[in-house]
């Protein structure tokens, strides 16, 4: 069901994905971006070195890592009536 489907009086809460390793990577990135000097393609290769699939299920890119670093979604904020974006987060029914 879509958002804009819902009744009123339905509240929506963000709550982290089910998946702890997607989790932890995400928490990973906003951590290792704040504490050390690195960039956007340093962190997508430590990402791939690890082998951790980017959101798409593929490599991670700067442009990817850049992507997860600047959505609203992941630092709490959220906007009604956007679109959907984001994989490593879902929307559940309060």
Not at 74 to 90: D, L, S
Request: net charge positive; proline share 4%.
């Amino acid at each position: 069901m879509c958002l804009h489907q819902w009744p009123r009086g339905w509240h929506v809460t963000l709550v982290p994905s089910d998946d702890p390793v997607k989790v932890a990577t995400v928490r990973w990135l906003f951590n290792t971006y704040a504490e050390t000097d690195i960039g956007y393609r340093a962190l997508a290769d430590e990402l791939n070195r690890r082998e951790i699939a980017s959101p798409t299920g593929g490599r991670w890119y700067d442009s990817s890592v850049r992507a997860t670093l600047t959505r609203s979604a992941y630092v709490g904020t959220f906007k009604w009536a956007n679109r959907r974006e984001g994989k490593y987060h879902r929307v559940a029914g309060d």
